[in-house]
Structure formats: C-alpha cells, structure tokens
C-alpha cells in the first residue's frame, strides 16, 4: 500500500497489508444499465481524495465523477484508504457531501 506524505501515522496500517488481496480489474470494466439510477430524484456527490494513485491520474476524477451527471464535487488529502487512515476527516467530508 502506498501513502501519501501528506497521510498521518495510523497505527492500523501494520495490520492492514497482510489482509489484502488483489481485486479482479472487470468490475472496473463491466457494463451496467444505469438509466434508472440517471433518472432518480436525488442529489449526487463526489468524494476526490487528491493523493489516491490506485488508478491512473483521471481515472476517478473527472474519469468516474463525470458519470454522475451534476454533482457536488468534494475534495480532500488522503491516498485511497483515507477510511483508515483519515476516518475521521472522511466522516466530515460525507457530512459536506451530503449536505445542501
């Protein structure tokens, strides 16, 4: 796993590397209908972590942000497991997504 230099110490991290495994890439690629979840009512958000490097630059944001049509973009430091190294931050930033 890599962190960004800007990603606090967590004690977790130790523990974290020996319970991954690696992810087939097709669900990144798989088709889906998304006509429905286009046409809902809803208000759609967008969290961008600014160091995440498990894809390309681009790929998650605009690449996966721009699918959502209009959307509120947030942003925040972290690499692509802020939820364990930055929880708490992650908390506030899903509050502010989803917040008017």
Same mark, same amino acid.
């Given at each position: ?7 606090? *110490? ?6 974290l590397g @020996? #319970?991954?495994?690696?992810?087939p890439?097709? %669900?990144?690629? !798989? ?24 894809? *390309? ?7 996966? @942000? #721009? ?6 973009? %947030?942003?925040? !430091? ?23």
């Amino acid at each position: 796993m890599t962190t960004s230099s800007k990603t606090p *110490p967590n004690p977790w991290l130790g523990r974290l590397g @020996s #319970s991954y495994h690696p992810e087939p890439n097709h %669900v990144n690629l !798989d088709r889906l209908d998304l006509k429905q979840f286009y046409s809902l009512p809803i208000a759609k958000s967008f969290i961008f972590c600014r160091q995440d490097r498990a894809m *390309p630059p681009g790929y998650f944001h605009p690449g996966m @942000s #721009s699918r959502l049509g209009p959307h509120k973009l %947030v942003e925040m !430091d972290g690499s692509h497991e802020v939820m364990f190294t930055r929880p708490t931050e992650l908390a506030d930033k899903i509050i502010e997504a989803s917040s008017g």
